[in-house]
């Protein structure tokens, strides 16, 4: 029986897009010194606004807001007192959560689904717990004398997750911040803006300066910042590393991943494959812990990928607002043609390349769910962050052997095991080099769960009591 697909879309009436976005400094908004640039839609290409690029004397005037802000107001107030405003902006998140989801989508081109029950709720969830831990430092064990003005600078995979996982912590401490969102991604950073007014934050304890690289080298480099908190890609990180070198600021840096997810011959096929689906498919596997090596025991191989197969064929590629949207957009052109070239280099060196039947939108970046079979330890893409919906698939006989596999990669940010005996899943545990791994279930994202990586993923933990330790003086995990 033939049927039509009726799409589902999400309005985007609630979004209120202004033409122009100026820098959000002193809680207000200033018009930069710099020039401007375009944020557009990845999945129409559509322009949703022009943003201030700002320039080394915006970022100035931003670290002095936050300067006074932390001495004046935010390192003074009881932090009973913070608390009330993290509760304020946590509850306003989740009063304008549509909004903030439609945003999201329209401006990153993740599905609806996913900003509306993954991104958003988990961002709400972070200022809830960590205004929890700002009158109970002292039961923390990391001091409680925060660093003084953060600089923090986020990728573009979850702008607001990413934003939150940066900004609550530090405010809950008593620090003041500079944050920088992505070039492909300000809309929701600057909409936090708005929240943070409408919370009455007092004036420069967050302050949010959008631009390009030049911009989060001025902020790194700014000498009366105290702390450089870092998202983004491992090369970057390095860089970041070494300006910082000496100078005696703070650093944490969530870096790049290309995580192993194990799957045993006891596993539960169906659910194993949920899994993997969910482990690299989900955000269009703009994830820097998606499960983007697919390890699984020779014996179950063929069965697990017939029914992989089966199930990426039933994902649905296409508008981010429509609700029954798996698979969105790619974030930008830059990102679909980073992961053309590695899967085209996947192809020379021999591996087999499926996707599903699946038609892409005309307009747009857009990129089917793939996997490549007959992968080796060797191939490029099994060693370098494709940063996609792209899977590679590699087998193993024994444990040792998935460990070994698993471990032999410079990144050490996440696993997945999947199988039924729970003392094998304590030895994975232990065996695996990496800062987080999932038994059973893969990327699941809690507050009080403390999440980082190990080698070129990078140092120091976000999230949890531990996270809390990256603001504080004296604070070393
Ligand atoms: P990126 O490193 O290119 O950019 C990240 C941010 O850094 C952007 O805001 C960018 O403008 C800024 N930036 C660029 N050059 C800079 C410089 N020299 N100095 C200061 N700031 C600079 O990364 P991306 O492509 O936006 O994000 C994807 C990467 O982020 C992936 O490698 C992914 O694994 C990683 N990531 C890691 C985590 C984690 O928690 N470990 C989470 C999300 C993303």
Redo the contacts with the bound molecule.
């Keep these: 029986m033939d049927f039509t697909y009726a799409p589902a879309p999400e309005s985007r009436s609630i979004v209120d897009l202004k033409a122009s976005y100026g820098l959000f400094i002193s809680g207000q908004f200033v018009d930069g010194h710099g020039s401007s640039f375009k944020t557009i839609s990845p999945a129409t290409e559509e322009v949703l606004a022009e943003v201030a690029e700002a320039d080394d004397a915006d970022v100035d005037a931003a670290v002095k807001a936050a300067r006074r802000a932390h001495t004046r107001v935010w390192s003074r107030m009881p932090g009973s007192e913070r608390a009330k405003y993290l509760y304020r902006i946590a509850r306003i998140i989740q009063e304008r959560s549509r909004e903030l989801a439609v945003l999201e989508s329209l401006d990153n081109g993740k599905p609806i689904k996913e900003s509306r029950d993954v991104d958003v709720p988990v961002v709400a969830a972070h200022f809830f717990y960590y205004a929890g831990w700002a009158d109970k430092l002292e039961h923390a064990g990391f001091g409680t004398t925060p660093l003084g003005v953060a600089g923090q ?6 702008p607001l997750l ?1 934003l939150a996982w940066k900004v609550a912590p530090a405010l809950a401490c008593g620090n003041t911040v500079v944050l ?4 492909t991604t300000p809309l929701t950073a600057l909409l936090f803006a708005e929240i943070c007014q409408q919370a009455d934050l007092p004036p420069g304890v967050v302050n949010i300066v959008t ?3 030049g ?3 001025a ?2 480099a700014h000498p009366d910042v105290d702390k450089v908190a ?8 390095k ?2 590393a070494r ?1 910082v070198a000496g100078t005696g600021k703070k650093v944490t840096l ?4 290309k995580a192993a997810n194990i799957v045993f011959d006891d596993a539960p096929i169906d659910q194993a494959v949920e899994g993997i689906v969910n482990g690299i498919f989900f955000n269009q596997g ?4 998606a499960g983007s090596r697919l390890l699984v025991q020779e014996s179950v191989a063929d069965e697990l990928l017939e029914r992989l197969k089966r199930r990426m064929g039933t994902l649905r590629v296409g508008d981010p607002l429509d609700k029954n949207t798996d698979v969105g957009a790619i974030n930008s052109a830059a ?1 679909l043609q980073r992961i053309r070239e590695l899967s085209d280099v996947g192809e020379a060196e021999g591996a087999g390349r499926w996707s599903p039947p699946c038609e892409l939108p005309d307009r747009g970046f857009w990129f089917p769910p793939t996997i490549f079979t007959g992968v080796s330890q060797a191939h490029r893409i099994a060693r370098e ?1 494709i ?1 996609g919906p792209v899977l590679s698939v590699l087998t193993f006989r024994t444990p040792s052997e998935a460990v070994e596999k698993a471990n032999n990669t410079p990144y050490g ?1 996440s696993a997945g095991v999947w199988t039924e005996k729970g003392s094998l899943i304590l030895h994975m545990a232990g065996a695996l080099k990496a800062g987080v791994v999932w038994a059973n279930t893969f990327n699941k994202f809690d507050p009080t769960s403390p ?3 190990y080698k070129e ?2 140092q120091g933990r ?1 999230g949890g009591r531990h996270g809390l330790a990256a603001y504080l003086k004296g604070g070393d995990l």
């Design positions: 600078v986020i990728p573009w995979n979850f990413m920088k969102p992505a070039e631009g390009a690289g911009t989060g080298q902020i790194v870092f998202t983004g890609s491992t090369e970057v990180g860089a970041i300006a969530e870096l790049g991943g703009h994830v820097c812990c990102q962050e940063f940010l999440f980082g990586g993923s990078g976000e």
